[in-house]
């Protein structure tokens, strides 16, 4: 059984870049197509998608995050990261990372989040 | 980006009610569409895929239906672990995927 498990700073301050590290066990990050995502939710608020990464290192990214979002992955490690660069109290969050997991059908693909890590909390402070 | 709508953003009910959740879409987005069930301190949890596809281990008292912009998460009779947020999120076409508001679904 597949479990993701986040870590990182707990408090960043504003401007700095927020770097997170996903670990993936019980599987290997590289079987089974899979993409792997970031998301995040403020307190009290609903949740947010950050962007995703195939092993192939290829990524889609939020718009509204885009220029500030970098993601990486080392198969090597069976992880994969979140940079959040000039980040600002709005980008005060629980951070999950998420399996998405897929049902294809010749081109139809349905994607969604399944596991997830337990999330992690980010707080931007000075 | 679409635009995910829940309703209500809250409900009360009792153990053994039915309970109905909708979610607009602001565009057809056809069965792309999931929903997520998230407890307090907790990581969403997938409940329903492509609409109406049951996640495995996910009781049989939570249905999903709809296509094209409206979809519904049922409750056939609400369980006391059933008290949680609730969130729909479409995964149509490229990213960005986007999610509801969240409905809460209260004791009574």
């Known amino acids: 059984q597949v479990q993701l498990q986040e870590s990182g700073p707990g408090l960043v301050k504003p401007s700095q870049t927020l770097s997170l590290t996903c670990t993936v066990s019980g599987g290997s990050i590289s079987g089974g197509n899979y993409y792997w995502s970031w998301i995040r939710q403020p307190a009290g608020k609903g949740l947010e998608w950050i962007g995703r990464?195939?092993?192939?290192?290829?990524?889609n990214y939020n718009p509204s995050l885009k220029s500030r979002v970098t993601m990486s992955v080392d198969t090597s490690k069976n992880q994969f990261s979140l940079k959040l660069s000039s980040v600002t109290a709005a980008d005060t969050a629980v951070y999950y990372c998420a399996r998405q997991g897929h049902d294809c059908s010749g081109t139809n693909c349905y994607y969604w989040f399944d596991p997830w890590g337990q999330g992690t909390l980010v707080t931007v402070s000075s | 980006d679409i635009q995910m709508t829940q309703s209500p953003p809250s409900l009360s009910a009792s153990v053994g009610d039915r309970v109905t959740i909708t979610c607009r879409a602001s565009q057809s987005i056809s069965t792309y569409l999931n929903w997520y069930q998230q407890k307090p301190g907790k990581a969403p949890k997938v409940l329903i895929y492509?609409?109406?596809s049951l996640q495995s281990g996910v009781p049989s008292r939570f249905s999903g239906s709809g296509s094209g912009t409206d979809f519904t998460l049922t409750i056939s009779s609400l369980q006391p672990a059933d008290f949680a947020t609730y969130y729909c999120?479409?995964?149509?076409?490229?990213?960005?995927?986007?999610f509801g508001q969240g409905t809460k679904v209260e004791i009574k």
């Open positions: 492509a609409a109406s």
């Open positions: 990464i195939y092993t192939s290192g290829s990524t």
């Open positions: 999120q479409h995964c149509y076409g490229t990213p960005p995927w986007t």
